[in-house]
């Protein structure tokens, strides 16, 4: 089987990698170099995000990036639309890496992306991979020459492409043939089921072309997004069954606030259950001023709640009943979060593996113990009526009691104690 079947063939080979621990085995697909990240051919799930502010603006794109990149995105899309933006490029990447900020960048053209890559071969140079949205590439007897002209450009720089259909933009000449043959079979799709045919074929067509051409099979990447969660997991499922791609997951135009996180979870979940899906990307709406980072972090917990990667220490906190009135566990437990937030930056490099870490600031007797023993560190708050002392557990096992005004403190100095121990560079032994 090849990645150019476009009907309903048959499935990949069985002879798959062992199944991550309640998941599907992990889909197997080529793995490619995006910059010095890769992404498929087994390896971890990448997160990635892209900028929302005008390229052109090289101070504005320059702190985006950097913001972006400290927040954990390990590949960031910036938009490449106009010749201002074009020439941006290579001094972003420039001022990026005086920052000491190597994450890779990806140019997202469309319609004129074969004018600006020939335009301006710095920007082809700096960028990392190129995504191609085959909808708009060009139309008529332009699409496939334009199509040609960047993925040429991609092996003249030797960089990887992403061929991104997207629900929004699709091939109108491709869609409309398939419609036309839909019309004609004996049991005919509803429009949904041949929309999400044309995206699965109009990725497939355009990578097989891509091949042709010349680019090798470990420098594509394939993208299929739309807006609606089903949608999303059938389509994605049906690009896995036909293709051995690199596949980017994305929920397109999200939302804002709880529901795109929530649309974006469900969907990319799901999927990821499957063993499906190699890089992904939360397309969260901001709010007006908001921080551009929370797509960043929605994606890691997403991937470290389903335990396929770890990116920093878990909190697992009471919600709170009526036995917990006093507030003492949730500012704890929000003061042990926002603390180990801002000390992930300097601990990556000084205390190497404490995103493994868990610790547990529970609010009662209830399941307080029990879930402080399954933590690695963790303090069992007294509940409303109970005896004025907080257990501390300490890997399973009962450490001692805090007592009086200052147990708050007192439990983050034994975190902090406990980290230093574990995860210090001055503990582990000198090597020999």
């Not at 045919?197 to 990725?203: F, G, I, K, R």
């Not at 470990?218 to 807006?227: E, G, P, T, Y």
């Not at 009086?404 to 503990?427: C, H, N, W």
Request: glycine share 10%; net charge neutral.
């Amino acid at each position: 089987m090849t990645s150019t079947d476009t009907g309903l063939l048959g499935c990949l080979d069985a002879d798959a990698p062992i199944a991550r621990a309640g998941a599907a085995a992990r889909h197997r697909t080529v793995g490619v170099m995006i910059g010095g990240v890769q992404v498929g051919g087994g390896a971890p799930v990448v997160v990635q995000s892209m900028t929302n502010t005008d390229t052109a603006d090289i101070d504005a794109t320059v702190a985006q990036v950097a913001a972006l990149a400290r927040a954990g995105s390990e590949i960031v899309r910036i938009t490449v639309d106009r010749d201002e933006a074009a020439a941006a490029v290579p001094r972003i990447r420039e001022r990026l890496e005086r920052l000491g900020c190597f994450v890779p960048l990806v140019g997202d053209f469309h319609y004129i992306g074969h004018k600006l890559l020939a335009d301006h071969p710095a920007c082809a140079e700096a960028l990392a991979k190129y995504r191609i949205n085959p909808g708009n590439v060009g139309f008529k007897d332009k699409k496939d020459r334009q199509f040609t002209q960047i993925v040429e450009k991609a092996i003249e720089y030797g960089k990887a492409v992403r061929i991104g259909a997207n629900w929004g933009s699709l091939d109108q000449e491709l869609l409309t043939y398939l419609m036309d043959e839909n019309a004609k079979a004996a049991r005919p799709l509803d429009a949904r089921g041949v929309t999400r045919e044309a995206l699965v074929q109009s990725a497939l067509l355009s990578a097989a072309r891509a091949e042709e051409i010349g680019l090798s099979r470990d420098r594509i990447v394939l993208s299929a997004k739309v807006s609606g969660v089903q949608d999303l997991i059938t389509v994605y499922r049906e690009l896995a069954r036909r293709s051995d791609y690199a596949l980017h997951l994305g929920l397109t135009e999200a939302g804002m606030g709880s529901k795109g996180i929530v649309a974006s979870s469900a969907a990319l979940g799901v999927l990821l259950q499957d063993g499906i899906g190699d890089t992904i990307r939360f397309s969260l709406t901001p709010e007006p001023g908001g921080d551009r980072t929370l797509e960043v972090k929605a994606a890691q917990e997403l991937l470290q709640t389903m335990g396929f990667r770890t990116f920093v220490p878990l909190v697992a906190a009471c919600p709170g009943c009526g036995r917990t009135t006093s507030t003492v566990f949730q500012e704890l437990a929000r003061d042990i979060q926002d603390w180990i937030s801002a000390s992930m930056p300097e601990w990556r490099k000084t205390h190497p593996g404490v995103e493994v870490l868990n610790v547990a600031v529970m609010g009662c007797i209830v399941n307080g113990p029990g879930e402080s023993k399954h933590a690695d560190i963790g303090i069992s708050l007294p509940g409303t009526g109970e005896a004025p002392a907080a257990p501390v557990f300490i890997d399973g096992k009962k450490a001692l009691t805090l007592r009086g005004p200052t147990i708050a403190q007192d439990f983050k100095a034994l975190v902090v104690d406990y980290i230093d121990k574990r995860f210090g560079v001055e503990s582990r032994p000198a090597a020999e």
